[in-house]
Structure formats: C-alpha cells, structure tokens
C-alpha cells in the first residue's frame, strides 16, 4: 500500500447562483513511500485542492483517501502529526519573528527549541531569524515553511510549490534538501510547475489536468508514455527508408531529409539492421530524448483540445 | 487545549492593535490622573460655602456688615445655620456608587460602555486579522481538530478582553487615589464598597469577555473584521432600535435592553422587564447559540 491513497477523489464547489466549479474529478493516485514524488499539472488542474484534501483543509465531495495508512478524514489528527507540509505561500504571524513562529508552533507539538534552531540553520535562516516574517522575502519566507516542516521531522513531507519565489541558488538548495530527504527514506510528496526541477528531483510523477491523473509513474515510463523521445535517421533515399521501416513495424514519420522513428521498439541498432538488410546505410542515427516540459505539455494539451 | 491557548494568548498579547489600544488608554488614564488631580476642588464643603457667601458680598453696597453676617465655617459645620452647598471635593466612592440606578455618576460604570464597544471590536479583531493573514491554515495543519482551535481562539479573545478591562478599570482607579487621598474624600470607602466595587468589576468584566467572544465569533463567520464589526453594531443598533420601534413586546428579547439589565448599571427611568439573574441567564442562552453555529460552521468549512 502506498503513503497516499486516493480513489475517486471529487470536488465540487458550488457558486452563489448554484454554478459548479469541479477542481478534482474522480482523481486516483498511489504514492510509493520512500523517494520524491512530484505532482504536476498546469493551473488550476487540482494539485493545491488534493493537497488540500489530504490535509483536511477542504472536504471533498465524494472519494476516499488515506495517508499513512490512516482515512485521512476521520484519523486527520494522527495524518497531521506524521505529516510535514507547506500549501501555497507560508503563511505565519507577521509581527512575529522567524523563530518565534516557529517556537510557537514547536509548542503545539512539544518539539524543542534545539530542533528549531536546527530547522532554521538548514534552511539558512539563522542570521535573519529574530527579524519579523512581515520583513521576510518570498524566499525567505519559503524557507521558513521548509524549516517549519524539518523541525517536526515527519514521515512525509506534503510541499506546495516549495521553491516559488526562490532564487536559482535557492531553488538548487531546495532541490538538495529534497533529495537528500527522500533519500534518507522518507517520502516527499511536491507539487510545482518547474518541470526540469521535477525532473532532476523527482523518482516518480503524476501529472493531474482537469482534476484527473492523466500520466503517473516513474519518470522514466512517464516520458515514454509522452513519446519517450525518437530517432532521427538520415539516409540517402529517406522515402525508401520509410517504406521500409514501416513494413517493419516502426513508427515512422519523415520531417524533411531525416526520418523519425517514434513509438516503442525504436531501437537504433534494429533500426539500422532493417536498413542495411534493404541495401541502405544511414549516415546518421541520432537518439533525441524528450524533456518532462513536452511530455507535460503533450498529455494536458492532449486533454485539453480533447 | 493548554498549549493551543497559550499559543493564542501570546499571538494576541503580541498584536500592535492590542498595543496601540492598551497605550492610548494608559496616555488617557495618565492625563485623567493628573488633570483630576491638579483641578481638583480642596475646600471642604462648610468653608466652600462660606465662599460663595463671601462672594456675594462684593456686590452689596456695605461689604463690611454683609461678610460680619456671613457664618463662620464652624457655625456651617456645627449645623446650627442652614446653607445649601454639595461637596464639591473628589469622593473615592464616586468611582463605583454603591446603590442601584447609579449609572449616570459612577465614573468607571461609564467607562465600562466604551469597554463593551472596545471588547467587540477587539474580538473580532484579534479572529479577522488571522484570516487577512492566512494563518488560520497553518494553524490547522498543526492541529486539525477545529473544534478545540475554535475554542481557543474564542476563550483567548475573552481572556485578553476580560484583563485588558480590569486592567485598564484598576489603573484609572489608581490615577484617582490620590486625588481622593490628598485632595477629596475617602469617606464612605470601606471594606463593603471595595467588595462591591470587586466584584461589580468582575461581573461586569465577565460580560466584557462575552462581548469579546461575540466579536470573535462574528470574524469567524464573516472570515473578517470590518464585517463582523459591521455587523454586530448593525444589529445592536439598526436591527434592534428598527424592530423596536415596530413592537414594543419584542423589546425584553432584545440584547441591549438585558445587556443593561445584566450588568445592573441601570438608567433611572429605564423599564425593567426582568430580573439581572433573568436576563444574565437569557444572554448566556443567546451566546452559547452563537458560539455553536460558530463551531460548527469553523468545523464544516472548506479552507482556501
């Protein structure tokens, strides 16, 4: 069994004059515990408002989930207190200074004041930490949710966007600490829309648009469920070779001189073979991957023209 | 609940609204001391007589008979000679007269109207500014069970109104002692006032810390301050003043007509429908209403 469980998740807001809005829509989705899982999706596809629903914030309208292996709607104090999480920006008192949130937090949940100050110096908070959150950047203030999450050292991290409004030297220390806490054995469960962050970070993903899990796996197999990238051949006779790899059961498209092998099976020794056994010598086999940005874009555009 | 209270408590105590207010009443406690204090009459009330007295005579043509007829202070003092002439020093019991329907005299009783203004508007404050702020979230995923956050955010409000009431009533009393010590009368103040005095503070206190939670519990509806604010003064004057005016009979139901019932600081000529211990009850009855439509519907709302 997975760390989240979801089944059938729906969520249905209903307007003042009885106009319904649904941000999930029948969402399933099964996170392995252990690793970064990232959770994409364009706006307004349902992250925050799954999120939220694993988080108690919101009731859904129909659909069960479970976190930790507890019903996260009727166990939601034990979920809570297993769970680190930051949804959209941190928000926490403004007059108060870093550490004194976070003190002030640490009480509810009887953490010490020596994991806060750890919490603080990880996310390089130290020097500023007296100052006011009213006087905090977006960065620093993210830093503080992270930070937030670290001193309760939970089981699994929920992160919303952890690293919107970070510098690139931020976003590299996030992408870090992400890691390196996925690979401690812990499960890190992070939503955003910096897709080559995701991809350098994450062991697996799920892509959510219109509140349903269009794609979800290891970010290999994700990729090649949006292609998984193609072979560009170029041969003498272009118009022969396709003919002929496609006799052979290749997906095959031409894009001018060169001839593009797509699909699964491409393989460019196979590829090459077919085309030797037909007298032809390729001069090029060139392997083209595919990014997790086109493979996103392909499923929700997919979806959405759909 | 200990540690979620504490967490509220030192939230609210810590709020620039709370202390912009607590200094203004302080600058105002220190300027009603001392001005008190510097314009108080000291003559007593034989002699403040006498005075006046000598004062008319600057207007008779033969000064020198008039002021011999005049009476001694002694003479005023012993009784013998009738001159009508209030006390004009500062009385100690001024502050809280001990008898009903005193309303009108009593100084901290009408400070005590500004305080139950005072305790709505910070109320629904102190629970509207953490919607403005979005904390409200960040609290519940710390601690989800809402019933128990709602409680503590409610009973915080009552605490912090009901300390910065009696607070702010003993500091305006101390600015007064010593007008009254050195300059006025502390006849009248004993051990029975004082108890009276106590626990008319208290009790009055009590109902400043369940306007408080009405404020509070109005900013947890309205999900903000101006809102809540808006709508209670709507109600308390609009809604109530409206209705009244349509049916008299409805006016024993209405909440200020009891609210003065309840604190017993009570206008002469005011109509008294029901007993203190009647309308205390049937305020309770009108709180504990809204502090559960509040829970429940802080329980049942979605977040964000």
Redo the contacts between chains.
Sequence with gaps: MGVIEVEGLRKRYVGWRGKQTTALDGLDLSVPEGGVYGFLGPNGSGK?TTI?CL?????PSAGSSRVLGVDSRRS??E??SR?G?I??????????SGERNLT??A????IEPTRVRAALETTGLTERARDSFRSYSLGMKQRLGMAAVLMKDPELLILDEPANGLDPAGIVEVRELVRRLGAEGRTVFVSSHLLAEVQQMCDRVAILNRGRCVAAGPVDDVLTQGGGGRLVVRVEEPRRAEDVLTRAGFEVTRDGDAVLVTGTGRDGAQVSRCLAGAGMYPWEITAQTVDLETVFLELTGRETSG | MSALLAVELRRAFSRRFVHVLAAMALAIIVVAGFGVFLSAETEAPAAKARSELLETCQYESDVARCQAEVPTVSEIESGDIFVVSDDPRFELTELWPDEPGSFDIGILPTTTLLGFFLAIVVGASLIGAEYRAGTIETLLVWEPRRLRVVAAKLLSTAVVALLLYLTFQTLLALALLPTAVFRGVTEGADAAWLGHLVVSLLRIGAIVAALAVVGGSFAVITRNTGGAIALVFAYLIGVEVMVQSLSDGLNRWFVVPNLVLATGLIPVDFELTRSAAAATVLLLGYLATLVAVTAGLFRTRDLG
Aim: aromatic share 14%; glycine share 14%.
């Design positions: 925050t939220r988080l108690g914030l919101i009731r939601l104090g979920v809570v769970v999480s949804v959209e920006t941190p928000r926490f008192f403004p007059n108060f002030l937090f009480g509810l949940d009887g």
